[in-house]
């Protein structure tokens, strides 16, 4: 197992607009912030959602797009960069308004209804994904 430490920097938290694109307003908040290695928590209600699945044997992610309401029930992920930018890698947990569970990554395309984000900057070594041939996945480039 390979890692980095790091110093914790500054803690964001804040609240997303209604019909935020979820992960496009993200990246942007952490470009405009110089936020490029971080940890990030979610939580809050979706209008619509896109996430993805991967595929190992195919190498391919599978997108799924829902066009209904769904609560974050709990969201994590990290901030790292790819291709010189910042990236929102987030898992989540969501369950429909019957209370049905669905999981996966967010992608672009998740709307959100209302949403409140705590995010740590952490400061040290830069978190850079790069191409991983054995997995098909950008993965961080940690030696």
Known sequence: MDSYTFEIGRIFMGRFQMNDDLIKVLTQ???????????IQ?????????????????KKENYVSIKKPLIIQ??????SLKDGLPVAHIHAVCTDLDGKPIGGNLEEGCLIFSGEF??????????????????????????
Do not use: M
């Open 74 to 79: 709990q969201a994590g992920g990290n901030i």
């Open 118 to 143: 705590f995010l740590q900057e952490l400061i040290g070594e830069n978190l850079v994904r790069k191409y991983d041939e054995s997995t098909g996945l950008y993965l961080w480039d940690i030696e």
């Open 29 to 39: 908040y952490c470009i405009d912030n110089k936020i490029l290695t971080g940890h």
């Open 42 to 58: 979610i939580i809050g209600r979706l209008l619509q959602a896109r996430l993805s699945h991967y595929n190992p044997e195919q």
